[in-house]
């Protein structure tokens, strides 16, 4: 889901630019771009200014998964707001753990269906 969201937020990227930012080796990186092809989430494109690279885009179900993922946590965070208005700073901790809870059930009934 992080490489997604970095290619999303870029709009394209080369494996590189994602290997640096994701810290992982090029050998890794290609592995993942290879298993993020073969799911249909990404497309590698040629590099219009250098022949040797490409660029990754997000494809139709890598653009869904990433919208997906943004709506969970945002119904996550605005649900436990809602239980949590009028909490204070010190119950920082409770609130985020609460939070990981909601998208940890979210994942699970995702998962399940």
Do not use: Y
């Not at 090029?26 to 040797?52: F, I, K, Y």
Request: glycine share 2%; net charge negative.
């Amino acid at each position: 889901m992080l490489a997604l969201n970095f290619i999303n937020n870029a709009g394209e990227m080369t494996p590189k630019e994602l290997s640096a930012l994701l810290e992982i080796t090029t050998g890794s990186m290609t592995a993942m771009v290879d298993r993020l092809e073969a799911a249909a989430l990404v497309t590698r494109n040629p590099q219009p200014t250098d022949r040797r690279s490409l660029l990754l885009t997000l494809a139709s179900a890598g653009r869904h998964a990433t919208q997906w993922a943004q709506d969970v946590f945002e119904n996550a965070i605005a649900s436990v707001c809602q239980q949590e208005s009028n909490r204070e700073a010190a119950a920082d901790a409770a609130f985020l753990a609460t939070i990981a809870e909601a998208l940890n059930q979210a994942a699970r009934l995702q998962k399940a269906a």
